[in-house]
T-cell receptor
Framework: AQSVTQLDSHVSVSEGTPVLLRCNYSSSYSPSLFWYVQHPNKGLQLLLK????ATLVKGINGFEAEFKKSETSFHLTKPSAHMSDAAEYFCVVSDQRAGNNRKLIWGLGTSLAVNP | DADVTQTPRNRITKTGKRIMLECSQT?????MYWYRQDPGLGLRLIYYSFDVKDINKGEISDGYSVSRQAQAKFSLSLESAIPNQTALYFCATSSNSGNTIYFGEGSWLTVV
């Protein structure tokens, strides 16, 4: 069965310092992996996705994530946090079995706070 | 204009009342979804539809029903609302590859 674990429910960083949001997954098949961001009182926006191409994936707003199969991880990083990055971040997994209906499994979210 | 539009954006309703949340999309996608979001529980799938004639229950379909009126429209109904259905509801759509899902901005529903 597939599952997603976001290892930190809350992360707090100072503006200008690196961001690391951790995500581990479990999947019996080759997964597709996604990071979504939700700003306060806003909908969900796709940050980036991995679908079996390059293992280092670059997304919007300077975020990137690396798919590490040996570690079953897909951690989200950004070199320098900005105040506008404060939001809730969700790691999502979907397997790629042929014919599968590609249901998404969502992590519980990591709340990122950015301090001045 | 938004690719996925939900109405209403906010609604307060009383226990036992029927409430409908509507969703329309301009992406031309076949697949549409309804999720609810609760604090600490992430997003949970209520119903999904892979085309106009295909409706499937998600993980928490009890107490909900849906209607796929057209490719672009997918509505969610609570026939008799109860307080634990208070949540933020999201409609979404994706292409048949399912690799990227586009979300509406959410509908806050409060059942008192």
């Amino acid at each position: 069965a597939q599952s997603v674990t976001q290892l930190d429910s809350h992360v707090s960083v100072s503006e200008g310092t690196p961001v690391l949001l951790r995500c581990n997954y479990s999947s019996s098949y080759s997964p597709s992996l996604f990071w979504y961001v939700q700003h306060p009182n806003k909908g969900l926006q796709l940050l980036l996705k991995y679908t079996s191409a390059a293992t280092l994936v670059k997304g919007i707003n300077g975020f990137e994530a690396e798919f590490k199969k040996s570690e079953t991880s897909f951690h989200l990083t950004k070199p320098s946090a900005h105040m506008s990055d404060a939001a809730e971040y969700f790691c999502v997994v979907s397997d790629q079995r042929a014919g599968n209906n590609r249901k998404l499994i969502w992590g519980l979210g990591t709340s990122l706070a950015v301090n001045p | 204009d938004a690719d996925v539009t939900q109405t209403p954006r906010n609604r307060i309703t009383k226990t036992g009342k029927r409430i409908m949340l509507e969703c329309s999309q301009t992406k031309g996608h076949d697949r549409m979804y309804w999720y609810r979001q609760d604090p600490g529980l992430g997003l949970r799938l209520i119903y999904y539809s892979f085309d106009v004639k295909d409706i499937n229950k998600g993980e928490i379909s009890d107490g909900y029903s849906v209607s796929r009126q057209a490719q672009a429209k997918f509505s969610l109904s609570l026939e008799s609302a109860i307080p634990n259905q208070t949540a933020l509801y999201f409609c979404a759509t994706s292409s048949n590859s399912g690799n990227t899902i586009y979300f509406g901005e959410g509908s806050w529903l409060t059942v008192v």
